[in-house]
């Protein structure tokens, strides 16, 4: 596709199509799709995505919620290795899984990220 290119669909066209609906991560609370979270530093913002994406990828209940097993990509940009490491090993010891990838660089938008 030409990155001038832009699908539209009518309203009509919208109307008549049934879409189907689309499956939680997280029963009544998380759905699949890119997200961000902002907020003060220090509050725990990344210890909740960890949290988040470890139960995800390894499909444990997470606060009572069934989880669906899915693999996670987690964009720690702000850390580094050493550092993922031992916060990861703190929060869930030697439990590892490969459906939990960690990247802690990224291209930007419209150079690679895609």
Do not use: C
């Given at each position: 596709?030409?990155?001038?290119?832009?699908?539209?669909?009518?309203?009509?066209?919208?109307?008549?199509?049934?879409?189907e609906?689309q499956?939680?991560?997280?029963?009544?609370?998380?759905?699949?799709?890119?997200?961000l979270?902002?907020?003060s530093?220090?509050?725990?913002?990344?210890?909740?995505?960890?949290?988040?994406a470890?139960h995800?990828?390894?499909?444990l209940?997470l606060?009572?919620?069934?989880?669906?097993?899915?693999?996670?990509?987690?964009?720690?940009?702000e850390?580094?290795?050493?550092r993922?490491?031992?916060r990861l090993?703190?929060?869930?010891?030697?439990?590892?899984?490969n459906?939990?990838?960690?990247?802690?660089?990224?291209?930007q938008?419209?150079?690679?990220?895609?």
């Amino acid at each position: 596709m030409a990155p001038d290119y832009l699908e539209t669909v009518s309203m009509t066209t919208l109307y008549d199509t049934d879409f189907e609906g689309q499956e939680p991560l997280i029963d009544g609370l998380l759905y699949r799709g890119a997200y961000l979270l902002a907020g003060s530093p220090k509050v725990g913002k990344s210890f909740l995505m960890a949290q988040l994406a470890y139960h995800v990828s390894m499909g444990l209940p997470l606060w009572g919620y069934p989880v669906h097993k899915g693999t996670v990509l987690y964009l720690a940009l702000e850390d580094d290795h050493r550092r993922l490491q031992g916060r990861l090993y703190r929060m869930f010891g030697m439990d590892g899984t490969n459906d939990l990838l960690f990247a802690i660089h990224a291209k930007q938008l419209g150079v690679g990220l895609e």
